[in-house]
């Protein structure tokens, strides 16, 4: 069963600190994406990447850095963390011609 | 600009009364329609996608969507509301050699009544 994985479902943190969210998919997608959910918002795109070591900047790139070092893998970072990053945050992925994403279950990050 | 509307923010049905959630989209070139659903504390699961050809889609779970091109709708259907339905539904846009970025709407929640 093919899937994306998010490393915890529920984060706890305080402010000033360097968080890092984890993403690993199993589909050899060439794409990976970051997105923030927040009631009434939707999803916002933050960074995405369609190659290793390869990144570009979305909509809400203020405050976030991605790293992909390998191609299954897709990092999150969080370099301060602020009490408005305190949201749920869901990595996706996708082959290269096509525009279906593959979520994964979501973190929520509680930054105190 | 590209964009994505759901207009309605919460929706309340009876079970098994018929449901339409509706989805207006703004975008430059040809769209990838998608209808994702949420249940609470979970990641979005696609319920259907709209690429080309026929503009009824079927999705899982009973959905299904109609492409409107005059009207830049894709509104999601549903004949007969089950409880477990109960979830949050977002409504997606993208394009080909887009490398899968979408831009989603806002969201609706929908709520079932016994």
């Known amino acids: 069963d093919v899937k994306v994985t998010q490393s915890s479902r529920y984060l706890v943190k305080r402010t000033g600190e360097k968080v890092f969210l984890e993403c690993v998919q199993d589909?050899?997608?060439?794409?990976m994406f970051w997105y923030r959910q927040d009631p009434g918002l939707g999803l916002r795109l933050i960074y995405f990447?369609?190659?290793?070591?390869?990144?570009e900047k979305g909509d809400i790139p203020e405050g976030y850095s991605v790293s992909r070092e390998k191609k299954e893998r897709f990092s999150l970072i969080l370099e301060s963390a602020s009490t408005n990053q305190t949201s749920m945050y869901l990595c996706?992925?996708?082959?290269?011609?096509?525009?279906?994403?593959?979520f994964g279950p979501g973190t929520r990050l509680t930054v105190l | 600009a590209q964009s994505v509307t759901q207009p309605d923010i919460h929706i309340t049905v009876s079970e098994g009364a018929s449901l339409e959630l509706r989805c207006n989209y703004s975008?430059?070139?040809?769209?990838?329609l998608f209808w994702y659903v949420q249940s609470p504390g979970q990641g979005l699961q696609l319920l259907l996608k709209?690429?080309?050809?026929?503009?009824l889609v079927q999705g899982i779970k009973g959905f299904e969507a109609e492409f409107k091109r005059s009207q830049s709708s894709f509104n999601l259907r549903k004949p007969s509301v089950h409880w477990s339905d109960a979830a949050e539904y977002f409504c997606?846009?993208?394009?080909?050699?887009?490398?899968?970025?979408?831009?989603f709407g806002q969201g609706t929640e929908l709520s079932v009544k016994p």
């Open positions: 990447s369609y190659d290793v070591k390869m990144k």
């Open positions: 589909m050899d997608h060439e794409n």
């Open positions: 997606a846009v993208g394009g080909y050699n887009q490398g899968g970025k979408l831009i």
């Open positions: 709209y690429f080309s050809g026929d503009t």
């Open positions: 975008y430059g070139a040809t769209p990838y």
């Open positions: 996706a992925s996708s082959a290269l011609t096509i525009g279906e994403n593959l």
